[in-house]
């Protein structure tokens, strides 16, 4: 695909409309396809991936549940250029399943950390390259990456991709940041609401930040959008 669609999808040169923060609702379609090995897709475009917990992480979750006055705190993340780049040097995506690499060696260990800490641990990413539809190649080397990078880590991974062409959506949801309906579809799998969220030590970080080197400022007005603390990638990890 030449590079000046891949930006159109992305929305490059358009700057995001600043606004307040938004109330949740329920989206009215959850999931509408379960893909297996921890794959479900929302509302035809979102795919979800969620890593079989460890056994110490079932033991933190039931003590959670537990202590239910306890808000929970989340830290969520962007993924291209904030937690990984490609490894071949492609300027915009990885061009193969094994194409990544950290994009500071400090990623994985934070993660593990912030998992450990009794964070959710989040990542909402805009994949407009990826096609979701049955043997679509891009979707194979996505959900294969991604497991690749991911299989050893608590995160739970929310991705907006596209509908194949000449397909229409059903209920018409664009999950693609700066919307806010990826978020709303985590309070959901969680379970909980925006008060049920320690907003104070939740935060988000991403590299759209609207800076004059940046391609967009999505991943800021994501944060915003929803009330969270932004902070840069190498703001946070360096
Ligand atoms: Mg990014």
Not at 21 to 33: A, I
Request: aromatic fraction near 8%; charged fraction near 25%.
């Amino acid at each position: 695909m030449a590079s000046k669609s891949i930006l159109n999808i992305l929305g490059k040169g358009k700057p995001s409309k600043i606004q307040k923060p938004q109330s949740v609702s329920s989206p009215s379609r959850v999931l509408d396809l379960n893909l297996g090995d921890g794959w479900e897709v929302a509302s035809q475009t979102c795919l979800i991936y969620t890593p079989k917990p460890t056994r110490k992480e079932d033991e933190a979750r039931s003590e959670a549940q537990v202590s239910k006055d306890l808000k929970t705190k989340v830290a969520a993340f962007d993924l291209d250029h904030t937690l990984i780049k490609s490894k071949s040097g492609a300027k915009n995506f990885s061009i193969a399943p094994t194409d990544w690499k950290w994009l500071f060696p400090s990623v994985p260990q934070k993660l593990r950390e912030l998992a450990d800490q009794g964070f959710q641990v989040l990542i909402f990413t805009n994949q407009g390259v990826t096609v979701v539809k049955k043997d679509s190649k891009s979707m194979g080397n996505f959900t294969t990456k991604m497991q690749l990078i991911f299989c050893q880590l608590p995160v739970k991974l929310y991705a907006a991709c596209r509908l194949p062409k000449k397909t229409v959506s059903l209920d018409g949801k664009d999950f693609r940041k700066p919307s806010t309906e990826m978020w709303q579809l985590a309070l959901l799998h969680l379970g909980i609401s925006k008060d049920d969220i320690d907003m104070e030590n939740s935060f988000f970080v991403g590299d759209a930040a609207g800076r004059p080197d940046d391609f967009s400022d999505s991943d800021k007005v994501f944060a915003h959008r929803i009330g969270l603390t932004f902070h840069v990638p190498e703001e946070y990890f360096v």
